[in-house]
């Protein structure tokens, strides 16, 4: 009798389906968040970024009309044995704020300050989603105690896989103590952490109240540090301590605003 062969369409894994679907809906919202998916799923850690690899994506296209917003925030980049601030850029979306902050973390590593950026998910968002890469890279950068590796990888999926060691499982504590621990380890790292630093958090419109209160524990450590924080935040700001800049869509926020 006749042989007929009937294809079978192999499935493909959900990862490589999202990177190629065809519908840009279902795809990664943003280039950041296609390099955090893969890594994560390699239990690789989330390249650092450098001097030389912003330039080169910024060389590319030039940031026009936002000199002022630029001048304002370069502000806030701390210097060796100085302190530093809290800012939130705000502003609806395409109006820039991503790309002023990409310029932002140019100036400030061409001035010696190491850069860590963090982002909320609109997907959802997991406990302190965007301090999860800012934890990640202080793990690689700093040398973690074993209590401080343990809740950091309470946090960070891969973070054993970041310090190429075993770490035991954490405590287990309340929701409020849990938080507590995690603010601890935060802060003490960040006091140990040795050259001035600039922590950018984007779209913070969609973290959680855990998250916010990492925000108002870092700003406060700012007026001793040299560290500086600045978020964006999608939309109207909250009008508590708001300097408006006039006609160019974006709003800085002064300290107090979380």
Same mark, same amino acid.
Request: hydrophobic share 45%; no cysteine; charged share 25%.
């Given at each position: 009798?006749?042989?007929?062969?009937? &294809?079978?369409?192999?499935?493909?894994?959900?990862?490589?389906?999202?990177?190629?679907?065809?519908?840009?809906?279902?795809?990664?919202?943003?280039?950041?968040?296609?390099?955090?998916?893969?890594?994560?799923?390699?239990?690789?850690?989330?390249?650092? /970024?450098?001097?030389?690899?912003?330039?080169?994506?910024?060389?590319?296209?030039?940031?026009?009309?936002?000199?002022?917003?630029?001048?304002?925030?370069?502000?806030?980049?701390?210097?060796?044995?100085?302190?530093?601030?809290?800012?939130?850029?705000?502003?609806?979306?395409?109006?820039?704020?991503?790309?002023?902050?990409?310029?932002?973390?140019?100036?400030?590593?061409?001035?010696?300050?190491?850069?860590?950026?963090?982002?909320?998910? /609109?997907?959802?968002?997991?406990?302190? /989603?965007?301090?999860?890469?800012?934890?990640?890279?202080?793990?690689?950068?700093? *040398?973690?105690?074993?209590?401080?590796?343990?809740?950091?990888?309470?946090?960070?999926?891969?973070?054993?896989?970041?310090?190429?060691?075993?770490?035991?499982?954490?405590? /287990?504590?309340?929701? *409020?103590?849990?938080?507590?621990?995690?603010?601890?380890?935060?802060?003490?790292?960040?006091?140990?952490? &040795?050259?001035?630093?600039?922590?950018?958090?984007?779209?913070?419109?969609?973290?959680?109240?855990?998250?916010?209160?990492?925000?108002?524990?870092?700003?406060?450590?700012?007026?001793?540090?040299?560290?500086?924080?600045?978020?964006?935040?999608?939309?109207?700001?909250?009008?508590?301590?708001? *300097?408006?800049?006039?006609?160019?869509?974006?709003?800085?926020?002064?300290?107090?605003?979380?």
């Amino acid at each position: 009798g006749e042989l007929h062969v009937t &294809p079978i369409e192999p499935r493909m894994p959900p990862l490589p389906a999202r990177l190629l679907a065809r519908n840009t809906a279902e795809r990664f919202p943003r280039p950041l968040d296609e390099v955090a998916a893969i890594t994560e799923a390699a239990a690789r850690a989330l390249p650092l /970024e450098t001097v030389s690899t912003r330039e080169a994506f910024l060389q590319g296209t030039e940031l026009v009309g936002r000199d002022a917003e630029l001048e304002r925030l370069a502000r806030a980049i701390p210097e060796r044995g100085g302190t530093g601030r809290a800012i939130v850029v705000t502003g609806e979306s395409g109006v820039g704020k991503s790309r002023l902050l990409e310029e932002l973390g140019v100036h400030a590593m061409t001035r010696g300050v190491r850069v860590l950026r963090g982002q909320s998910l /609109e997907s959802g968002e997991r406990p302190y /989603e965007p301090w999860r890469a800012v934890l990640r890279a202080l793990a690689l950068l700093g *040398e973690p105690t074993p209590l401080e590796a343990s809740v950091i990888a309470g946090i960070v999926p891969d973070a054993a896989a970041v310090l190429e060691r075993a770490i035991e499982s954490a405590p /287990e504590l309340d929701s *409020e103590a849990t938080h507590l621990r995690v603010v601890r380890v935060l802060e003490a790292m960040l006091r140990r952490f &040795p050259d001035p630093l600039l922590v950018v958090l984007e779209d913070v419109q969609w973290a959680g109240a855990e998250s916010l209160a990492l925000f108002a524990r870092v700003r406060s450590l700012a007026a001793g540090l040299p560290i500086s924080i600045v978020a964006s935040f999608r939309g109207d700001a909250p009008s508590l301590g708001v *300097e408006r800049v006039r006609g160019s869509g974006i709003v800085a926020a002064s300290r107090e605003l979380l």
